[in-house]
């Protein structure tokens, strides 16, 4: 199976299954000199795990990384970073009803098709449980962009179903596990996903990821434009099935003279373009939102076929989310580093010597040489 690798400068490649016995990832190209330690990953990884709240799945994974490489002495080498993460909560018995068909709405179908086996305990290489490496290197990835520009990435929910949130209050977001930005809906949000489990189906989800400060010049036009290496990379997500990047759908309703950020002394006016423009960060705020569909592990008895192709009604016991965007937002974040951190480093491979002919807009961040604790 290929396709596990993404990112050109600092490249990650991850491996594993959801009830195989570990899961781990390799990033290549982490510049030397970051400090780094195994603890330094927990608090990234609780924020995507499972059983914090009644309203995701009740798996408990340590999620204890193990480093393997590419650190010496609490700082990185430059050489090959390899984590793993051992999975110590696997009930592949969970499975053995749903091994012989296909779940609609999940990879089942397709997987089998393709490869003419299956690994179905928990969904195998299609399960999320991948995801958790990539929050691990995106841990990495953020570190690094806070040391060079002080840039914070962050996510959080925005729509679940039909409960709409406005984004006020950053710090309200990480108050609750649910990573909710409106305190005054929560209530109501937190009675509709009761209702949901109750009925044993699932939601979708509407994700924002945001980046502040990123400076002015990152992305790689005309293949590696930095939005189209961020949907590409939010998109790969799991159960995502749109991403938009600042405006995104909205364009579509907009003229020219409400869309276009007007430039002045004081800098942009506006962020429609979600910092983006020309594939080239302008400087802005990076935001982008992706959509994540409502999973097919439910409850609710559905129609499908057999491995023998025979007609069968299906239902997923087991543990599941019913609303995978709450878990998604640290692994949005850890795709968005990610792309940013490589796009630096390529940015430097091309552009270190160019002189800036600014003009410079307040507020900017500055591109500049790594510096060693
Ligand atoms: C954090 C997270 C948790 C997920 N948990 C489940 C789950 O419990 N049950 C399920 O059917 N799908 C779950 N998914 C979605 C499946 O992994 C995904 O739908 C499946 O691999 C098919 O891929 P696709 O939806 O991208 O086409 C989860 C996704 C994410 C991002």
């Not at 999975?87 to 997987?111: E, L, M, V």
């Not at 992706?290 to 592990?297: G, I, V």
Request: net charge neutral.
């Amino acid at each position: 199976m290929a396709g596990n690798t993404f990112g050109t400068s600092l490249a990650v490649t991850t491996f594993g299954e959801s009830h195989g016995p570990a899961i781990g990832c390799i990033i290549a190209g982490c510049p030397p000199g970051i400090p780094l330690a195994e603890g330094d990953f927990d608090a990234d990884l609780q924020r995507r795990a499972t059983g914090r709240t009644r309203h995701t799945s009740q798996r408990h994974e340590e999620d204890r990384v193990e480093i393997l490489s590419g650190v010496f002495e609490g700082l990185t080498t430059g050489t090959p970073i390899s984590l793993l993460i051992r999975n110590t909560d696997a009930r592949s018995k969970d499975y053995t009803k749903i091994a012989q068909c296909f779940r609609p709405g999940h990879a089942d179908f397709t997987y089998w098709r393709k490869y003419g086996i299956r690994d179905p305990r928990g969904g195998g290489r299609s399960s999320a449980r991948e995801t958790t490496v990539r929050v691990a290197a995106g841990v990495i990835a953020k570190r690094f962009l806070q040391r060079q520009f002080g840039t914070v990435v962050r996510a959080c929910l925005r729509q679940v179903g039909p409960i709409r949130a406005q984004l006020t209050d950053w710090q309200a977001v990480e108050s609750t596990p649910l990573f909710w930005p409106e305190p005054e809906t929560q209530a109501q949000l937190e009675s509709y996903l009761d209702g949901l489990r109750k009925a044993g189906d699932s939601i979708g989800a509407l994700v924002e990821v945001e980046a502040s400060p990123v400076p002015v010049g990152l992305g790689e036009p005309v293949y590696g434009k930095l939005d189209s290496e961020l949907a590409a990379a939010l998109m790969s997500i799991n159960a995502v099935k749109a991403v938009e990047i600042g405006d995104g759908m909205a364009v579509v309703e907009q003229r020219g003279s409400e869309h276009r950020d007007e430039i002045g002394t004081q800098g942009f006016s506006s962020n429609h373009s979600g910092g983006v423009l020309g594939g080239i960060s302008s400087g802005q705020p990076v935001v982008a939102r992706m959509a994540l569909k409502p999973t097919s592990s439910i409850l609710v008895p559905g129609n499908t076929l057999n491995v023998a192709g025979e007609a069968v009604e299906v239902v997923t016991k087991g543990r599941h989310d019913p609303c995978v965007g709450i878990r998604a937002i640290p692994i949005a974040e850890a795709m968005m580093a990610l792309v940013l951190a490589d796009q630096v480093l390529r940015h430097r491979a091309q552009n270190a010597d160019v002189a800036d002919p600014g003009p410079k807009l307040s507020g900017e961040a500055q591109l500049r040489a790594p510096s060693v604790d």
